[in-house]
């Protein structure tokens, strides 16, 4: 069964500090990789996936198949930052997205 | 000129009670999502309809039935209402079955 794991619940850093949130799936065949992100009081947003291979707002996120993970990181984080993330993974050709449990980031100022 | 809209924003019930959830999308998309986020913030899939055709149903309870007048619509009806129903609730929706899924801002549902 294909699973996604996120070990921290919530990261905190103060503003300027690197960022690595950590995913780690488990699926045989070929996933497409996603981070969505939710800020405090919006709603669930994409922030990247694997096959565009962009930064986005300075965050970036590579696909290692052979650790079978997609940690997202920032070298900077700002106090905009905040937010919770998660990752997702969705077999290839399909539309279901498995999420995982989730990381609370906190950017101290 | 919202996406993906839900209502109600909020909704507070007693256990026992029928109630729904509506979702309705501008953007012409044809599959549409229900996810589940409970307490802990755990997202899970509930249903996905394509084209007003139920394509996922993710072991959800028979008191959960979706409803798909038409494709921009995607309804959750939940009859009797248990204390472990009180979750957010969120709807999506994406062009096709594999393209980038936009979500709603939520439903938080409380079952008192």
């Known amino acids: 069964a294909q699973r996604v794991t996120q070990p921290e619940k919530l990261l905190s850093v103060f503003k300027g500090a690197p960022v690595e949130l950590k995913c780690n799936y488990s699926y045989s065949g070929s996933p497409e990789l996603f981070w969505y992100v939710q800020y405090s009081r919006q709603r669930l947003q994409l922030l990247l996936r694997h096959i565009s291979r962009e930064s986005i707002k300075g965050f970036t996120a590579d696909l290692n198949k052979g650790e079978t993970s997609f940690h997202l990181k920032k070298p900077f984080a700002q106090e905009e930052d905040s937010a919770m993330y998660y990752c997702?993974?969705?077999?290839?050709?399909?539309?279901?997205?498995?999420f995982g449990t989730g990381t609370r980031l906190q950017v101290f100022p | 000129d919202t996406a993906v809209s839900q209502t109600p924003k909020y909704l507070v019930t007693q256990m026992g009670n029928d109630k729904s959830i509506k979702c309705e999308q501008n953007?012409?998309?044809?599959?549409m999502y229900w996810y589940k986020q409970d307490s802990k913030k755990f997202l899970k899939i509930m249903f996905s309809y394509n084209n007003k055709e139920l394509i996922i149903n993710e072991t959800v309870p028979n008191r959960f039935s979706p409803k798909s007048p038409d494709k921009a619509h995607l309804n959750l009806h939940i009859n009797s209402l248990e204390l472990g129903d009180s979750a957010v609730y969120f709807c999506?929706?994406?062009?096709?079955?594999?393209?980038?899924?936009?979500f709603g801002p939520g439903t938080r549902l409380t079952v008192l």
């Open positions: 997702a993974l969705r077999r290839w050709n399909t539309d279901k997205l498995i």
């Open positions: 999506a929706s994406s062009h096709s079955f594999a393209d980038e899924q936009f």
């Open positions: 953007l012409g998309h044809d599959t």
